[in-house]
């Protein structure tokens, strides 16, 4: 088994694609990192992955709309889900310290996730690179006492950095959402919830039609986000998700309703929910 993720050893995708490893007892299926969320779109629906890990929420910034905006129209299915806790540490070189450090690179969310630590460092600049994991490798391999790197702690030690300053982020809870994804015609997809991506017909109500079928079988709206559709201008679509453990009709007939009410209408997974299985 081939399992894909965004990034190299030490990002986040990379810690929560060992933990589902781990969970799932997969221990022989190999990790491969790419460059880009596209890329690993591209190599499963070409067939030479079998799973990929992409996140999809953060707990401090809402959705990611840079990769859940390319799960549209696409054939995969997200079939379980895992949640990591995301500490944002301050890696430099063994020489370096603190007051040295005048620009931290890392990936741009992970940026935003430490405005707090930048306002009460003025002196140290923030600066983007690709990904969190990446900017910890640039740092090592430039050897600057006055770089740093925000990234977790697996990166910060699978690069034999110095750990500068820990658990950055201004949001303590600070959590990201990924889904694990698989072609949808290798699964059969169960679990109390449903994601979708919808495109309503142009009219006045529209939403409020889609939203009203939900309350008709008795589903519970967990999320709703609306996103520009590409070469539509002011059009959108809709990411939701919806509980569908108290719905008692079969699922074919919810299916049929919403084709209904809908121009546009794509299951994204199905899976139970991680967080309902850490309570029980």
């Avoid at 979708?196 to 039609?209: D, N, P, R, V």
Wanted: charged residues 20%.
């Amino acid at each position: 088994m081939k399992i894909g993720y965004q990034g190299v050893p030490g990002s986040y995708s990379e810690t929560a694609l060992q933990e589902y490893k781990q969970a799932h007892q997969l221990q022989d299926a190999t990790a491969i990192g790419y460059s880009s969320f596209k890329a690993l779109i591209d190599e499963i629906e070409d067939g030479h992955l079998d799973l990929i890990v992409i996140p999809v929420e953060n707990s401090t910034t809402g959705l990611i709309a840079r990769t859940v905006d390319l799960l549209r129209y696409r054939s995969l299915v997200a079939i379980d889900e895992n949640y990591q806790s995301i500490q944002h540490y301050l890696w430099g070189l063994e020489t370096s310290e603190i007051n040295t450090i005048t620009e931290a690179y890392s990936h741009p969310e992970a940026l935003s996730q430490c405005d707090t630590f930048f306002a009460n460092h003025p002196h140290i600049t923030a600066k983007a690179y690709e990904d969190t994991a990446k900017s910890a490798q640039f740092i090592a391999e430039e050897g600057s006492i006055h770089q740093a790197a925000l990234a977790s702690k697996r990166a910060g030690e699978l690069y034999g950095l110095k750990q500068l300053a820990a658990s950055v982020q201004t949001e303590s809870m600070n959590t990201t959402r990924f889904y694990i994804m698989a072609p949808n015609e290798k699964v059969t997809l169960k679990g109390d919830i449903l994601s979708l991506y919808i495109e309503t017909k142009h009219e006045s109500g529209a939403l409020a039609k889609l939203l009203q079928v939900f309350t008709l079988f008795d589903c519970n709206m967990e999320s709703l986000n609306a996103r520009p559709i590409a070469g539509k201008p002011f059009a959108y679509g809709f990411f939701m998700e919806v509980d569908v453990s108290k719905s008692t009709v079969p699922f074919e007939l919810l299916w049929q309703t919403l084709e209904q009410v809908s121009e546009h209408l794509q299951v994204l997974g199905r899976f139970d929910s991680a967080l309902t299985n850490k309570k029980g």
